[in-house]
């Protein structure tokens, strides 16, 4: 039965009767990728199937060159097409699509879209291994609005078809003493941490970037440097190009394992060159340096995770000084029946303490991404923010899993204005001196009707507050409803 439904879905995507599935569920997001070993390892059992993942670059199919590692799966033959030696061919791609529906999009300013639309992404991908020390990564998106009132909205619903990742991947031989080193070069996608500050923006259009990474590896570290620009996303055919007005570069480096109590580790400085960034106020030339840190520790059936941000930097002829902390707890119940999980988060980011002073304080999130503050892609996102987050989640059975969310907002600075999940600038926070802003309730339910293949239902309700009742247009309440259907192979 789940494979006809696989089959049902692929041609539903392929027909264009779908939309995109939220970057907070599935597929995994952690990282596969490993040097490629020989066979003789693969026989040894030292390796074993790799998961899909968010980024496809990320996965390392070269275990299925044993026999003995193939199962079932009918892609597997696509997965591993052995070209001599150690060289090696590998395909894959991604169906994904759903119908959405809002009652007062926006809090009901702009054109509205009673009937709902659909949304269809199809992503196509070859790997190409020449050897262990070469690779090459090519893929190809191609998303599509149909039926949305107004029209495709810019930058993520529409990319008639594009490369979204084409780069080179060299793996030079170092001595035993030395860490790996690996260079990549060209269009590739970047995601970090809990991809709140540099992410792909997993939304119906990807965000690519254009540059360089090296990667080392000393033991019990990865560390990534970087300079890059994000890929401008336009409607037509292979019409991409960086986008000349920015710049990112930085340096991630990451500790997963040898420390007591905490079990992953983020350090990391970021920076950031903006031609017109636009806050309420003003617009103008800006140069902006993260500093920050990431912390998951675990006591027990507790986990902790803990992000820390200080941005420093210029905005115009002004000095930039912002801030943002967020700290979350979450308890699991492993032994009870759903294995609930219970969860709170708190994060507090700073706003502008005056619109006249030169010196701006607004905290900016770089490249998020595309959701992380409730279903809803305008509502407020970490920018001049307050924001309390309590959730649960239930896992009904191995295939069915239930998340309920809520999100309550204030502005940390009432001199401050309101600002989207991407950064952009909304309403101005001059008319008004309310500081809470609304909260939203989120439902989703997820079902992974066999290994590559995942429905989803998502629907949320926004309640507004004085802020947004008090500014113009006056908000109203918001609803969303969403029925989401993957494939991946």
Not at 346 to 351: L, M, Y
């Given at each position: 039965m789940p494979s006809m439904l696989s089959v049902g879905l692929c041609l539903a995507c392929l027909l264009g009767a779908t939309v995109p599935c939220w970057s907070q569920l599935l597929p995994t997001e952690s990282r596969s990728r490993r040097s490629s070993v020989d066979c003789e390892q693969v026989t040894d059992g030292t390796a074993s199937r790799p998961d899909y993942q968010l980024d496809s670059s990320e996965e390392d199919w070269s275990s299925l060159c044993n026999p003995a590692m193939r199962g079932d799966d009918p892609w597997d033959r696509v997965k591993y097409i052995a070209l001599g030696g150690s060289s090696y061919v590998s395909f894959g791609g991604e169906l994904r699509g759903s119908y959405e529906r809002y009652r007062n999009y926006n809090w009901?300013?702009?054109?509205?879209?009673?009937?709902?639309?659909?949304?269809?992404?199809?992503?196509?991908?070859?790997?190409?291994?020449?050897?262990?020390?070469?690779?090459?990564?090519?893929?190809?998106?191609?998303?599509?609005?149909?039926?949305?009132?107004?029209?495709?909205?810019?930058?993520?619903?529409?990319?008639?078809?594009?490369?979204?990742?084409?780069?080179?991947?060299?793996?030079?031989?170092?001595?035993?003493?030395?860490?790996?080193?690996s260079l990549r070069l060209g269009r590739q996608e970047l995601n970090y941490g809990e991809r709140t500050l540099v992410s792909t923006r997993e939304l119906n259009v990807r965000r690519p970037f254009d540059g360089i990474k090296l990667v080392f590896q000393p033991p019990k570290w990865r560390i990534d440097v970087f300079a890059v620009k994000p890929v401008a996303t336009r409607n037509g055919f292979f019409d991409d190009a960086p986008d000349p007005r920015q710049t990112l570069w930085g340096i991630w480096a990451t500790k997963t394992n040898g420390l007591a109590f905490v079990g992953k580790l983020d350090l990391y400085y970021l920076g950031l060159d903006r031609n017109d960034a636009g806050f309420d106020k003003g617009t103008a030339r800006e140069r902006r340096n993260t500093l920050g840190f990431n912390a998951h520790e675990e006591a027990g059936t507790v986990t902790f995770v803990q992000e820390g941000n200080l941005q420093l930097g210029a905005f115009g002829s002004g000095r930039l000084t912002a801030w943002k902390f967020a700290q979350e707890v979450s308890y699991s119940?492993?032994?009870?029946?759903?294995?609930?999980?219970?969860?709170?988060?708190?994060?507090?980011?700073?706003?502008?303490?005056?619109?006249?002073?030169?010196?701006p304080q607004t905290f900016y999130p770089l490249f998020p991404k595309g959701l992380y503050y409730g279903y809803m892609l305008f509502t407020s996102g970490s920018l001049n923010a307050i924001v309390v987050h309590p959730t649960a989640s239930l896992q009904v059975s191995r295939m069915l899993s239930l998340n309920l969310d809520s999100f309550f907002f204030w502005r940390q600075s009432t001199s401050d204005g309101l600002y989207s999940q991407s950064g952009m600038f909304l309403r101005t926070g001059q008319t008004s001196r309310a500081r809470y802003v609304g909260a939203t309730q989120d439902l989703s339910i997820a079902w992974r009707l066999e290994r590559h293949t995942t429905l989803q239902f998502l629907a949320a309700y926004y309640e507004v507050g004085p802020y947004l009742r008090e500014t113009q247009p006056p908000g109203k309440n918001a609803t969303y409803l969403s029925v989401i259907a993957s494939y991946k192979f």
């Open positions: 009901g300013s702009g054109p509205q879209d009673p009937n709902g639309y659909y949304l269809n992404r199809i992503i196509g991908h070859a790997d190409l291994h020449l050897g262990p020390r070469v690779r090459v990564f090519a893929e190809f998106q191609s998303g599509l609005e149909f039926g949305r009132n107004g029209g495709p909205r810019p930058v993520i619903d529409q990319d008639k078809l594009d490369v979204s990742q084409l780069f080179l991947e060299l793996n030079p031989s170092t001595p035993k003493d030395r860490p790996p080193i119940l492993p032994r009870i029946r759903y294995r609930p999980i219970f969860g709170l988060q708190g994060a507090i980011s700073s706003g502008d303490g005056s619109p006249s002073n030169a010196d």
